[in-house]
C-alpha cells in the first residue's frame, strides 16, 4: 500500500550532538522526496529535497540520505541547535501518468534539543 | 516568506453550522490544496486546485467543498460541520506540481476549527 510513517515519534538530542530522523515509505512509485519542518503554532517549511535518482543530497547543516534498496529515507542534521526544535516531517511524491502526483505526509517526528 | 494569508485563524462553531476557511496568495502560483492535520496522521490533502475554476478531490474530501474563483483565493466549505472535522487546516501553494517541477509546497500558518 501508500504509506510514508517515521519510525521514532519522539526524538531528543544534546545541543551540538548530530540529529538523525528516519522515514520508511512503501511506493516504489515514489520518486521525490521532501522534508518539511513545523514550529509550534505555524505552518510546514521546506528544509531540503532529494530526487530518486539521487542517493544524498546536502544542504546547510543537512543532509538527506535516500536508500531506495530498503525505501528508506533519513534527515540528518548537524550540530543540533535549539531553534532546531520541532516536528519533521517527510513527504513522498508519487508519479501518476494519468493524474497529478500524488503527495503522501508522514506523521512527523517531534525533535526536542536539550540545551 | 511566501505571501499566504488565511483567515479565520481561529474558528469555535456549533455542529451542523457551515464553515468557511479562506486562503489567499500574493504569489500568483498556480496550485493551491487544503490539508487538514491531526495528531497521528500527518497531513492529508481535502482538495486543491490548478488553476481558476479547477479543483479536484484529494484523500479526505467528504464534507468539504471548495471554490476558486480568481488565482489569489481558494475557499474550503464545511457545508454541515461536524466533530469530526475539528482539527487544524493548512492551506499550501505551489509554484509547480511533483515531477514537473520542484514540487515545493508553502504553507500558510494555519486555521484551528473547533466544531462543538
Known amino acids: 500500500g501508500e504509506s510514508v510513517g517515521l519510525h521514532l515519534p519522539t526524538l531528543s538530542v544534546q545541543e551540538g550532538d548530530n540529529s538523525i530522523i528516519n522515514c520508511a515509505y512503501s511506493?516504489?512509485?515514489?520518486?521525490?522526496f521532501i522534508w518539511y519542518k513545523q514550529e509550534s503554532g505555524k505552518g510546514p517549511q521546506f528544509i531540503i529535497d532529494?530526487?530518486?535518482?539521487?542517493d544524498k543530497r546536502q544542504g546547510q547543516r543537512v543532509t538527506v540520505l535516500l536508500n531506495k534498496t530498503v525505501k528508506h529515507l533519513s534527515l540528518q542534521i548537524a550540530a543540533t541547535q535549539p531553534g532546531d526544535s520541532a516536528v519533521y516531517f517527510c513527504a513522498e511524491n508519487i508519479f501518476r501518468e494519468t493524474s497529478y502526483d500524488k503527495v503522501i505526509f508522514g506523521p512527523g517526528t517531534s525533535l526536542s534539543v536539550i540545551p | 516568506d511566501a505571501g499566504i494569508t488565511q483567515s479565520p485563524r481561529h474558528k469555535v462553531t456549533e455542529t451542523g453550522t457551515p464553515v468557511t476557511l479562506r486562503c489567499h496568495q500574493t504569489e500568483n502560483h498556480r496550485y493551491m490544496y487544503w490539508y487538514r492535520q491531526d495528531p497521528g496522521h500527518g497531513l492529508r490533502l481535502i482538495h486543491y486546485?490548478?488553476?481558476?475554476?479547477?479543483?479536484d478531490k484529494g484523500e479526505v474530501s467528504d464534507g468539504y467543498s471548495v471554490s476558486r474563483s480568481k488565482t489569489e483565493d481558494f475557499l474550503l466549505t464545511l457545508e454541515s460541520a461536524t466533530s469530526s472535522q475539528t482539527s487544524v487546516y493548512f492551506c499550501a501553494i505551489s509554484e509547480s506540481y511533483g515531477t514537473s517541477g520542484a514540487g515545493e509546497l508553502f504553507f500558510g500558518e494555519g486555521s484551528r476549527l473547533t466544531v462543538l
Open positions: 486546485s490548478y488553476g481558476v475554476k479547477d479543483t
Open positions: 532529494i530526487r530518486s535518482n539521487m
Open positions: 511506493n516504489s512509485a515514489s520518486d521525490y
